[in-house]
């Protein structure tokens, strides 16, 4: 498993990237999320725990645009916005890779990168594909994130899960996002795989992008996050910073074992 990195000097300092406040949502009689804040930091990872039904998935789905909040204020930079929609979430800079990844797996590396985003010449020369531009634009993404495929033209249905994440993360990048949310990265994946997906989470701490990942793998949050925050019944109940807590701490915090950890 790859070194843990400690927090940035400055992140504690520097302007929330993302402002969530006071955010709730409702599905019917059950509630989903209840009055949540939270910031993110550029430079900075962020472990969203808890146990199921805890609202993990809601707030992540309100901060990607798939949902609305019932209430509560999203700002980016200081500046109120409404996420309406996934494209208007990446239109700020916000990248959700999902847990069944999404990737289309009869298709090679470079085109389930581009999915969606081909680069293609001027309409007056047909708008044919710009193969070499993806293939070169690939390898600077997927080297910036050390991604070792062993061929660009494999269909990436038949790679390990280790490098399928690290493509749909890579994926991400591609449209250079401020804030990458991951759910579940390391579920399913063999220990070396899950070290390698780790690894990929410092590297978007290093490339100064903040990262929201969502884990039931407390060994795992323990590694990565510089902070840890803790849902349960749809409430934040506690949030811990690296170093001031405990595994005990934090099942403590997800089961209710005792209300008010701070």
Known sequence: MPPAVPPSADSATTTPFLQISGVSKHFGGVRALHEVDLDLRRGEVIALVGDNGAGKSTLVNVVSGVQRPDSGVLHVNGVEVRLDSPRAAAAVGIHTVYQDLSLC????????????????????????????????????????????????TAPVGGMSGG????????????SDPSLVLLDEPTAALGVSQR????????????????????????KDVQHVADRVVVLR?????????????????LVAAITGAHEGVA
């Open 105 to 152: 797996d009869n298709l090679d590396a470079v085109k389930n990168l581009f999915l969606g985003l081909e680069e293609t010449d001027p309409w007056w020369r047909g708008r044919t594909l710009r193969r070499r531009a993806m293939e070169r634009r690939a390898r600077e993404v997927l080297d910036s994130m050390s991604v070792r495929l062993r061929s660009f």
């Open 163 to 174: 490098q399928r994440q690290g493509i749909a993360i890579c994926r991400a990048l591609v």
């Open 195 to 218: 070290a390698e997906v780790l690894d990929l989470i410092l590297r978007l701490k290093e490339d100064n992008r903040g990262v929201l990942v969502i884990s039931h793998d407390l």
């Open 233 to 249: 019944l749809g409430s934040k109940v506690a949030e811990f910073s690296r170093g001031d807590y405990t595994s005990s701490d």
